[in-house]
């Protein structure tokens, strides 16, 4: 059973727009959520994360929503350029967080010029 | 700063020989340690993570095992390698108390 998943496999965006990419979890105890980008043959970059406690947090070009009730988030990419052309993997984590990530299967982005 | 290593980058291994991939952290102590597949076509699954060393809790039953002979040094290994071992190996960590994991570079394992 996925507990964290991404139902888009890919997702095409035109340069300058925004990309908006999501992520629903199934398991309540998640507080912790967690946003890698990937690049082919690489190991995934950390890129924003936030915590239950929080609907909302942003760092530059990035933000991600969090829905609690709905077990759902978000995260936006504003503007989209070229170098944003990976996969985007959704991770969570219970409390505590010893025992490693729940990551969804990805979104693979892709930037059109 | 912290950094982490991984090798090999490739490998190419018959079905049934065995198998050694290393993982170490620099930069940062009593880290808490992960190895990840990710199969083709498929997310990150976690395999194993230690909280420090000697200490191995495994996620998923497979042919698979680690170890922790130091502190900042984690090993992936296999007596036989199935065909269903292909994939990415990724090696991470995190700060205890601290939940944002930093992964390596990987190991891209094809298994023939």
């Known amino acids: 059973d996925q507990q964290v998943k991404q139902n888009s496999p890919s997702l095409s965006v035109q340069e300058g727009r925004i990309s908006i990419l999501n992520c629903d979890y199934t398991?309540?105890?998640?507080?912790?959520f967690l946003w890698y980008k990937k690049y082919p043959a690489e190991g995934p970059t950390f890129l924003i994360s936030i915590s239950s406690i929080k609907d909302k947090n942003e760092d530059g070009r990035f933000t991600v929503f969090l829905n609690k009730s709905a077990k759902h988030l978000s995260l936006h990419i504003v503007p989209s350029q070229p170098g944003d052309s990976a996969v985007y993997f959704c991770a969570a984590s219970a409390p505590g967080g010893a025992d490693g990530l729940t990551f969804g299967k990805g979104t693979h982005l892709i930037i059109q010029p | 700063s912290q950094t982490i290593h991984q090798w090999p980058a490739t490998l190419v291994q018959p079905v049934g020989s065995p198998l050694s991939l290393e993982c170490t952290v620099e930069?940062?102590?009593?880290?808490?340690l992960y190895w990840y597949r990710q199969a083709a076509g498929r997310g990150l699954q976690l395999l194993f993570y230690s909280v420090g060393i000697g200490q191995i809790s495994s996620e998923v039953p497979q042919n698979l095992s680690a170890s922790r002979p130091q502190d900042r040094q984690f090993i992936l290994s296999s007596k036989k390698l199935l065909l269903s071992d292909s994939g990415f190996y990724l090696c991470a960590w995190h700060y205890r108390g601290q939940e944002t994991q930093y992964f390596g570079p990987g190991t891209r394992l094809l298994v023939l």
């Open positions: 398991n309540s105890m998640f507080d912790y």
């Open positions: 930069g940062t102590s009593n880290p808490n």
